[in-house]
């Protein structure tokens, strides 16, 4: 590793450390701010009675907990096949880095069938309309709060993969996370072997 780069990688893991140190994944009021796993299931039943590019956009945000302005900045070229995945521009990051993300070849193929733009771009939408999107399909799904948003899918994926033991780091590196402080977040909210040590007493 270059020298020159060390500085630049300690000051973003103690930026993230002081962020991470706060946050959390319920808000003041105690509410998730994630998607559970029935949720997630509702939600992407919902997209599927949407227009082809909005009901790929949903999956994509639903399996593999990009960020919105990353899935709408996703061209052709960064979709692979074999295997299939998806390659996404991290955004939050001082330098620029890509990161791949495995994904159904389903999606893979729902995305390629879609209309061809000159450009590449997958999406010609503004973020907000992307965000209307989302929400809209949360509400119509009976998701209400918090969780009802594009993070919230983000903060649901973290939580479903972790919750089927998918290994920190990977989480970490799917949802391009600058710090693994920000992924341990994520084993507080699931709990699962504490709830086992729990069940032990009923």
């Not at 946050?23 to 509702?42: H, M």
């Not at 593999?64 to 900045?73: F, K, M, Q, V």
């Not at 061209?75 to 521009?89: A, H, K, N, Y």
């Not at 479903?160 to 710090?179: D, K, M």
Request: proline share 5%; net charge positive.
């Amino acid at each position: 590793m270059p020298a020159t780069l060390l500085p630049i990688l300690l000051q973003e893991e103690r930026v993230a450390f002081a962020r991470n140190s706060q946050w959390q994944v319920f808000d003041a009021t105690g509410q998730r701010k994630y998607l559970n796993a029935y949720e997630r299931r509702r939600f992407l039943t919902t997209a599927d009675s949407l227009p082809a590019d909005r009901r790929a956009l949903c999956y994509v945000l639903a399996y593999t907990g990009c960020r919105i302005s990353e899935a709408l900045a996703l061209i052709r070229e960064q979709i692979e096949t074999d295997p299939p995945m998806l390659r996404f521009r991290t955004l939050k990051r001082r330098r620029l880095m890509f990161r791949t993300v495995p994904v159904p070849l389903e999606l893979v193929t729902r995305l390629l069938a879609l209309p061809k733009a000159a450009d590449g771009l997958i999406w010609h939408m503004h973020r907000a309309t992307a965000w209307r999107c989302v929400k809209g399909v949360a509400v119509t799904s009976g998701i209400y709060g918090p969780m009802a948003c594009c993070k919230g899918l983000r903060h649901g994926f973290g939580i479903h993969a972790i919750a089927n033991n998918v290994p920190g780091n990977l989480v970490q590196r799917w949802l391009g996370h600058a710090s693994s402080a920000t992924t341990s977040i994520y084993l507080d909210a699931v709990g699962v072997e504490e709830r086992q040590f729990a069940e032990r007493m009923w």
